[in-house]
């Protein structure tokens, strides 16, 4: 059960889940892959469900952290937002208010913290703008939730390297994954 109306849960898809948090009567909102599904899904929740704060939980890749570890995102940035032949730098939107970085508080002190890097690009090598993980969702929530004054807080489980065997390490730790961020769901809620 959800600790109130108010807060609202989004993972990606159902894969990142693995029917764990169904089968604990645990109400996800899943966006879909990428930065235009995610900003969608938490502009739904927020307007029509009447959010008022959004925690976001799924898989990264890290060249930094550990296979299997949780990292909670200290901030996240647009790690594929690229107008440098305009002048700009990499992963700022020009003319934008809220910019290309989103500092976030800390829900969980005894978690590592990490800025990631969100994009519509699954990542195997370094990104373009320094992060610590990536993902392709985080940031375009966070950015819906700063543009409404909604609290927003992100939790990933790191499945992979980012690197040349990315998408094969993803696939084989998403069990492993969905256990972890199940059990960071309970603490979230039991706050």
Sequence with gaps: MLVSI???LILALPMESQGLFEA???????SGIGKVNAASK??????RH????ILNLGTAGSNRFPT???????AVVQRDMDISPLGFAVGETPMDPIGGRIDLAELFPDLPRGVCGTGDIFETGLPKVACDLV???AYAIAKVCRQNGVGFAAVKYITDGSDH???ND???????GAKALLEVYGRFTSR
């Design 50 to 53: 009447g959010a008022s704060f």
């Design 165 to 167: 065997n990315a998408h």
């Design 6 to 8: 108010t807060n609202h």
């Design 170 to 176: 993803w696939q084989q730790n998403l069990v492993p």
């Design 24 to 30: 604990a009567g645990i109400a996800v909102s899943y």
């Design 42 to 47: 938490a502009a739904e929740l927020i307007h």
């Design 68 to 74: 299997h570890a949780l990292v909670e995102c200290s």
């Design 135 to 137: 993902d392709m969702e």
